[in-house]
């Protein structure tokens, strides 16, 4: 009788110790995220707070520029890793980070040399902010990198400890930044402190990231790359639009507004944000393990999600005025007219992205790409046209009906993809 191989042994471990490895792979994902959700709603609290509606309008800008960056970073570098490394051995897996953190090095240094430039040149506290967002964009684009690496070799915790070293990093940077005073401080608090959370963790997983082979892994990831990163730019440039639309038809503080409602919202907009660390590696594992399973997974992912967002959204309706306003500054009047839509839009993206997570475990990346491009126009054309109807409400409706619109797109989708996948798994009869 034969050794069997480590894939039979998987195979072949009780149902109770699957579940259990998967419910500790959650479990350690759902820590992580709420350790960067803290992070990144103290930051949006402490700048609102600090320079009100109309600076914080500008804050957010940079903020929305930064996840357009971080999502051609994704599309290039860490989505191909997740969905062809996940669950690889160490050896295959350590070669591949290497070349894909490089890759969002490297990503992040030549757009944060455009950003740097841009800013330089258009001045003021629009570009000062821009500028040093472009210095510290490599910072935080590698920061971004190890994350997703972490999470293709199952070991979320030390994703959880690298957001929690980067939450320690922020405390003093923003003591800093508010005797400064200024937007740009506050960029390069929050980039400088993402900064040694990426070199914390190069200790971490005792890898180098290797730029100079960047150009090796693009060629060998440019069937998923070149529509990841299509789609992720999409979906981040299509909020980009959003808000300066929205900033050059109602104005600055409008953009403000939008970002403080969402603020309340932030654990689920966390969530979603960085939901392929953990999701899509876990639909790559039911999909190998158990295909049939993978379309109950998604539907109890995205189910879960949009009912934990509505629930959120509700409790924050009952929230008193002077709560608020300890939370949000003269911010709060503003954005609190606008719960229920962004609620209503958060809840529907959060079903969504779980035929997402299913469609990636696929490599089904023409249809993904589908599904962002129709839902990222009704986003931009629901929130500027929302905009110019009925001000900042209407641009938040229109964007909640662009996003159930565009869910029930992505369910479709998948459900097409899994039939394909059902019958190409089926092999033919031959007949004598």
């Not at 357009?68 to 996940?86: I, K, M, Y």
């Not at 210095?135 to 590698?142: A, E, I, K, R, S």
């Not at 963790?201 to 730029?211: C, E, K, L, T």
């Not at 998604?298 to 009952?318: E, P, V």
């Amino acid at each position: 009788m034969t050794a069997m191989t480590t894939e039979e042994e998987k195979a072949t471990a009780p149902a109770g110790s699957a579940r259990r490895a998967l419910v500790g792979r959650l479990s350690w994902g759902l820590a992580d995220q709420a350790a960067s959700s803290m992070s990144n709603f103290a930051v949006g609290i402490y700048v609102a707070r600090s320079l009100g509606v109309t600076a914080f309008g500008v804050f957010s800008l940079a903020w929305v520029t930064y996840g357009v960056v971080l999502n051609v970073s994704r599309g290039l570098a860490t989505d191909p890793l997740v969905v062809r490394f996940s669950g690889a051995s160490d050896a295959s897996w350590r070669g591949a980070v290497a070349r894909s953190s490089g890759t969002a090095l490297g990503v992040g240094a030549t757009l944060g040399a455009v950003c740097l430039v841009a800013g330089l040149g258009v001045g003021g506290r629009l570009g000062h902010a821009f500028a040093c967002l472009g210095v510290m964009l490599p910072g935080l684009l590698l920061q971004d990198a190890w994350r997703f690496s972490f999470f293709a070799a199952g070991n979320g915790r030390k994703a959880f400890v690298n957001d929690v070293v980067w939450g320690l990093a922020l405390v003093p940077a923003m003591v800093v930044a508010d005797r400064v005073d200024t937007v740009a401080a506050f960029v390069l608090a929050w980039g400088a402190s993402a900064t040694v959370a990426a070199g914390y963790g190069y200790f971490q997983s005792g890898i180098r990231p290797r730029v100079g082979e960047a150009r090796g892994w693009l060629r060998e990831q440019r069937d998923l790359g070149s529509r990841y990163l299509v789609e992720n730019v999409s979906l981040s440039g299509a909020s980009q639009l959003r808000a300066y639309g929205l900033g050059a038809i109602v104005g600055v503080g409008a953009v403000g507004a939008v970002r403080g409602a969402e603020l309340l919202l932030g654990p689920f907009l966390a969530v979603l944000m960085g939901l392929s660390l953990v999701t899509v590696p876990e639909a790559a594992r039911v999909l190998r393990r158990a295909p049939h399973r993978l379309s109950t997974f998604c539907l109890m992912l995205g189910g879960g999600q949009a009912a934990g967002a509505l629930f959120w959204g509700g409790s924050l309706l009952l929230m008193p005025d002077r709560l608020g306003e300890l939370m949000l500054g003269d911010v709060w009047h503003s954005a609190s007219r606008l719960i229920v839509p962004i609620t209503l839009g958060v809840a529907g993206a959060g079903l969504g992205t779980g035929a997402a997570a299913g469609l990636r475990a696929l490599a089904a990346a023409r249809r993904s790409l589908r599904c962002q491009l129709f839902a990222s126009t009704c986003y931009v054309g629901g929130g500027l046209g929302g905009a110019a109807a009925a001000g900042t409400v209407g641009s938040a409706w229109g964007v909640a009906v662009a996003t159930l619109s565009g869910s029930a797109v992505w369910w479709w989708q998948l459900r097409s993809a899994l039939r394909e996948h059902r019958h190409d798994s089926i092999p033919e009869v031959r007949t004598s």
